[in-house]
Every structure is written in C-alpha cells, then in structure tokens.
C-alpha cells in the first residue's frame, strides 16, 4: 500500500540500533545496565531463537523438502481440536505443531476454495494463543474485517465446513454473529472492532460481569479516523479492554519507513516486550498512578512523561502516540514466536488493573507458504491454485475488464490535462488508479481506508482549480455519503 495522510513517519526506531543479526545495542546511556544484564542473560538463548525457523515451510525445510502437497496434508494434533476448550492441556511445543498443521489446513482449503489467504496465514500462531489464554466465547474476540479469521473458524467448530467458504448455503467470507458464538461481532469493513469493542467492554461493566474482551485490528485498518475516535474515546472511559494491533507492515506504522519496512523484530525487543507486561510492574505502576494522583497538581503530570518516556527509550517504538490517547502500549512483540506470544498475554490477561491496553504484535503476511511470502499482492485474496507450485486457476477474459478501461481513459485524459488528479482508499489494485500512479506517481494519492477524509480531501483539491477522480468501491462509499453530498 502507498504511503498516505494517514500513514505514520518518522524515526521510530531511534531508541536501538543493529547490524544484521547483531543483538541490538542501545544508545541511551540511562537504559545501558538494563540492556547490559538483558545481554548476560539471554544472550545464549536469544541466538538459538533467531536461527529457528517456524510454520510449514521449516517443517519440510528441515527434510530438504519446498514442496507442497495437491492433497489434504496429514494433521493429527489439528484432528482433536474441535473447539478451544480442546487446546487448554496443550504444552507450548504442542501449540507449535497445532500452529503448523492449522497453517497446512488453511492452505488446503483456500487451495479449493479461493479466498482470503495472506492475511489468515500471517495470524495462525496468534490465533491459536489467543484462543488458548482466553476463554471463548466467553471473552469476546473481534476481529477487524474478518477476512484474517480462517484459522479462527477452523478452531471453533467448523472446520467441517471450510470447503463450502464464500459460497452460497456456506461459511461466510468475514465473522458472522449468526453463524457461530465465537464471532462476538459481524463486520465486512475495517476499522470499527475498537469502537465494538470498547462498547462491549463498558456493557460488561454496567452488568457486573468479568470477561475480557480483545479486538483484533491490522495496521491497514489504523489508516482509518473510526480507530482514532474510538481509542480517544476508551483512553477517557478507561474500561478495560486489550487492543491488538497486527502490523503485517502493509502501510507505514510504527515499523515502516520511507524507505520500506525495518527488519523484523528482533529478539531482544520481544525480551524487553516480556518485561514490560511484567505484572509486578504494571501493578506497581498502578500504585504510582493513584498515589500523584491523590497528591493532583504537576506531580502527577511529571511521574506520567518520566514513565511514558522512559517506556519509549527502552522499546524504541513509537508508543507515545498510543499513550496519548490513554492506551497502555506492550510491544514490539513478535507475532510467530509462540512462547512470547502466549507469556504476554496471560500477563496481560492477568493483571489486576483498569484501562485499556495495546499489544503490538508485528507478523508477516503470507507467513509459511512461500509463494504468499514473496508476493502478499497476489496471494491476499485468490482464486484456486496449486498447493505445489502457487499456481493460480485464473480465467482468461477475451476483453478488458471495466476497471482497466476505465483507468486507461483516465490515463488518456490526465496526458492533455496536468489538473487532473486521482485519490483512492487503499484500493489502486481494484480501481484501476495503480495504472494511474505507474503514470503519474505525483497525481495519485492513497488516502488509506479513509473514504470520508478522500472525498472531503477531493473536494479541497477542487477548491484550488484541480479536477479530482475519487474512485471508491460503492459497498464501501456508504461511509463517504454525508462527504459526497
């Protein structure tokens, strides 16, 4: 996706440097004993943790195998997890394999199905902890879209039925309410499973209840105002509610840059990241936070920046924005290492302490199939392919489809008219407008998911004598009807 209004910048890393697979050393002489006894100990482990492979592909890696099997691939572990509760006695090695086999079973599936693929291959080692710390449906996990949740309904008792995804009488492509008690909320957008959530959460209270609740939401989702408005609103009701945000690096976030994604995260930020959910130490700071606050006045302002900015310097990440609008933030944290994974979340699934959290967790889309990893374009949503080669059954259309002619003509007309100009909402591909971005890269503009900021941006562009084409998805203009009026 190109970068846009909405995207994040800036040095968000400035807190650690690296080169290649050195351990991270910091730079902030106040942190240096802490990084320093963080060497001694975990220095050893934390190299054998970054030469470990993971998912499918290191499972046929470690026979010399790259193939993949046309036919259902054998999943033992898998065959006895019917619903969560199944996976509640399993070992963290257990989890690993449950991981991998899932994978395996998603590819297959897709493979006959078409579908969503990338984006639920680079949540399956989340999935799987998430539901093995919380107790669905009971907690209430949301999902932002929906499109990542295959490996979700195949653990919640309809793995039965993935054969008959997106088709009519079948499993429907996003979470539906109507279709399983574990989908605590139905969406076929982004960007709202905060605002569900937080709802949920403060329902909870008003009733006396003590469940969790957890929305799940990519950091293409946090493109749109709908996540802003709803984290400004539960950093002031300050119920508690956990917010993941699975950063696949598809915009610029807080692990992107100008010049494209940083490396993945690294060992050491994931230790750091295991230390910062630390219950002793949240709790500790709950404390520190009640006693300013009873003393009032600049002290309490002065303990809260001393806490927020030193939290920056050890994780090096761009936490600031998150904490401004009252989310605790937790992270960097590695989305495919299990053990972090699961040790985090029960930290923060445990801790006797109000408000709300953000865990973010960075994966990779596509992860262990690696047709998906080289290309995520190609491979976010497919049609049937070959499980062995990637190869997609795609057919072969005599015309060109409406989309290119129309992006053509507008190519054809913006080559006599400099003042015309295109926005699109993190659609280029379904538009047409990356042809026109290829063309001219200046004209084109990615406002992100954001329709009603790209339309009232359009009509801003007008204002100063440009001609701006806005084109939008109609299922997806609802949320710009008040704009375009």
Not at 181 to 190: L, T
Not at 288 to 299: L, N, S, W
Not at 435 to 456: M, S
Request: glycine content about 10%; charged content about 20%.
């Amino acid at each position: 996706m190109a970068l846009c209004a909405s995207s994040f910048s800036g040095a968000h890393l400035a807190g650690r440097v690296g080169v290649g697979g050195d351990l991270l050393r910091p730079v902030y002489s106040p942190t240096q004993k802490l990084w320093s006894i963080m060497d001694l100990q975990h220095h050893a482990k934390l190299k054998q943790v970054k030469k470990r492979a993971s998912g499918v592909r290191a499972a046929l890696a470690e026979r010399g195998e790259y193939e993949y099997p046309s036919e259902r691939p054998p999943t033992p572990l898998l065959d006895t997890i019917n619903y969560p509760i199944h996976m509640k006695n399993l070992s963290i090695k257990e989890l690993k394999q449950l991981s991998d086999e899932l994978r395996s079973d998603v590819i297959f599936h897709v493979s006959r199905t078409g579908g969503h693929l990338g984006s639920s291959l680079g949540v399956v080692e989340l999935t799987v902890a998430l539901h093995y710390v919380f107790n669905t449906p009971q907690d209430r996990i949301l999902w932002d879209v929906g499109h990542q949740t295959y490996p979700h309904k195949i653990l919640t008792g309809r793995r039965s039925k993935m054969g008959t995804i997106r088709q009519t009488n079948g499993l429907a492509g996003f979470t539906k309410r109507a279709e399983s008690e574990y989908d605590a909320f139905g969406a076929g957008h982004s960007s709202n499973s905060i605002s569900a959530g937080l709802g949920m959460a403060v329902g909870r209270d008003l009733k006396g209840k003590k469940n969790h609740v957890v929305a799940v939401i990519g950091d293409g989702a946090m493109t749109a105002g709908q996540a802003y408005e709803a984290m400004n609103n539960a950093g002031y009701l300050d119920s508690d509610m956990i917010v993941i945000l699975n950063d696949n690096r598809q915009v610029s976030l807080p692990t992107a840059t100008l010049d494209g994604p940083t490396p993945p995260v690294g060992a050491l930020s994931s230790a750091l990241s295991r230390l910062q959910s630390n219950r002793p130490l949240r709790e500790l700071r709950e404390v520190a936070k009640g006693v300013t606050k009873q003393i009032g006045g600049p002290m309490h302002e002065i303990a809260a920046k001393v806490d927020e900015y030193a939290r920056g310097l050890i994780s090096g990440s761009g936490s600031t924005l998150f904490e401004e609008l009252g989310l605790y933030y937790i992270g960097p944290v590695d989305g495919h290492n299990m053990d972090d994974l699961v040790a985090i979340l029960k930290e923060v699934k445990t801790t006797k302490t109000t408000g709300p959290v953000l865990i973010h967790v960075v994966t990779e889309k596509g992860r262990g199939y690696p047709y998906a990893e080289k290309a995520a374009d190609k491979y976010h949503g497919v049609t049937k392919f070959d499980p062995a080669t990637g190869k997609q059954f795609k057919s072969r259309s005599t015309t060109q489809s409406y989309t290119t002619y129309f992006a053509e003509a507008l190519i054809a007309e913006a080559e006599v008219d400099k003042d015309i100009v295109a926005i699109h909402a993190a659609m280029g591909g379904g538009t047409g407008l990356n042809l026109f971005q290829r063309r001219f890269p200046a004209r084109c503009f990615d406002v992100g998911i954001a329709e009603q900021h790209g339309v009232t941006f359009a009509a801003g562009l007008a204002c100063e004598g440009l001609k701006p084409f806005c084109a939008i998805y109609s299922s997806f203009m609802q949320r710009a009807y008040d704009q375009a009026s």
